[in-house]
């Protein structure tokens, strides 16, 4: 199994639509947790940083993190053809002192004019 | 406040070669962290550095290396390149190891 699973897509939606991606992880012991955005051939842009267990909003996005469930989502409302990009969720876990990052492999979403 | 700077940005090599990459922090930042991107496999952690010690290496070859300077800055290098080793290479930094992390635009290497 691996440590964090999400759901490659690709997803399509129209416009202004609401849009919610999702990861699942296995790994207790993550404590933070990252979304990403990556244009093509551009490096990733984070948009999301949180550590507890419920919801952080950021102008049109949310970011949800459920430790009990391990599972954590992103919504986007209003979803413009700007956010056509794929997401990328995160993780740290604690490692030998220091923390390592572990992707999930990224969602590849198109918003349709 | 400038990003995170990677050069160069595009490199081709031979397989056989060896190649240096460089990675310029956030100025700030003393975690620095190195990732392979490809298309099947997609972020897999290279290795990070803090204040000039590398804390944590991600499972590849020891083909692959870095170090990290007293000014944060950062090189990878890779040795004996394989056609595999083509991807893109990006760079993050972070105040501290478990604070946000911010990417770089990336170093593409074409092994042909």
């Known amino acids: 199994q691996k440590e964090v699973e999400q759901d490659p897509g690709p997803l399509s939606v129209p416009e202004g639509a609401i849009v919610s991606l999702n990861c699942t992880y296995s790994n207790s012991a993550f404590q933070y947790f990252m979304w990403y955005r990556q244009y093509s051939r551009k490096g990733p842009e984070l948009l999301m940083y949180?550590?507890?267990?419920g919801n952080k909003e950021d102008g049109r996005f949310t970011a949800q993190v459920d430790k009990s469930s391990k599972y954590i989502s992103l919504f986007i409302r209003d979803s413009q053809p700007s956010d056509s990009a794929t997401y990328l969720c995160?993780?740290?876990?604690?490692?030998?002192?220091?923390?390592?990052?572990?992707f999930g492999k990224g969602t590849k979403l198109s918003v349709i004019p | 406040k400038a990003g995170v700077t990677q050069t160069p940005r595009y490199l081709i090599k031979t397989r056989g070669q060896q190649v240096t990459l460089s990675c310029s922090p956030i100025?700030?930042?003393?975690?620095v962290s190195w990732y392979q991107q490809t298309p099947g496999q997609g972020l897999q952690f290279l290795f990070e550095?803090?204040?000039?010690?590398?804390?944590n290496k991600g499972n590849f070859p020891g083909r692959f290396s870095g170090r990290q300077f007293s000014n944060s800055r950062s090189e990878m290098n890779v040795s004996t390149l394989e056609l595999g080793d083509s991807a893109l290479y990006l760079c993050?930094?972070?105040?501290?190891?478990?604070?946000?992390?911010?990417f770089g635009q990336g170093t593409r290497l074409t092994v042909v």
């Open positions: 100025s700030g930042h003393r975690s």
């Open positions: 995160a993780m740290s876990v604690p490692r030998a002192g220091s923390y390592q990052l572990t």
């Open positions: 949180t550590y507890s267990s």
């Open positions: 993050a930094s972070s105040l501290e190891p478990e604070t946000e992390a911010f």
């Open positions: 550095y803090f204040s000039e010690t590398q804390r």
